[in-house]
């Protein structure tokens, strides 16, 4: 990962661990609530290639199941194997972004839910239309994940290898 100094200004803007924390926290919340569970960890790393890519992020809709979405939607799998591998530097420091805040715990599993010690994020404050967006994408994402069964079918669907 380059330091911030060497990052381009657009990385440096858009992907920075606070914006893309904001997504994390909102599926992890999302996907808590609606199980009554801890996030599992290794889908944090799906969560990003999805919700970043606006060609997939348009598509995305948690009333269709994840299998059936991608059996409809199969040509932005694509490169998303490779997308996911980009963007687990940028998931890595957004995720200890969440956890040196104290936004989020990392259970004694290894799962991450949030921290009930923490004030809940604002949806609208310092929201446009398109964070706006992406915060509700990563609700869909975490509804698909709470239903699609184990973390290793969630994967395998993608077409991601661990």
């Known amino acids: 990962m380059k330091s911030w100094n060497m990052r381009t200004h657009e990385v440096a803007f858009l992907l920075n661990p606070a914006f893309c924390g904001r997504v994390l926290y909102s599926t992890i919340k999302t996907y808590n609530d609606k199980t009554c569970r801890a ?5 944090i790393y799906l969560i990003l290639p999805l919700v970043l890519h606006k060609e997939t992020r ?8 994840l299998q059936l979405w991608i059996q409809r939607y199969p040509q932005l799998l694509i490169d998303f194997p490779q997308r996911a591998r980009e963007l687990v530097p940028i998931t890595n420091e957004s995720v200890e972004f969440l956890l040196q805040t104290g936004k989020v715990l990392l259970t004694p599993n290894g799962e991450l839910e949030i921290s009930p010690a923490s004030k809940t994020l604002s949806k609208t404050k310092f929201v446009d239309a398109e964070i706006s967006e992406c915060l509700k994408k990563g609700e869909h994402i975490a509804k698909w ?10 994967y395998i669907e993608l077409g991601v290898r661990p």
């Open 58 to 65: 348009i598509n995305i809709n948690s009333r269709t199941q």
């Open 39 to 43: 996030f599992p960890f290794p889908l």
């Open 145 to 154: 994940f709470a239903t699609a069964g184990k973390v290793e079918t969630i």
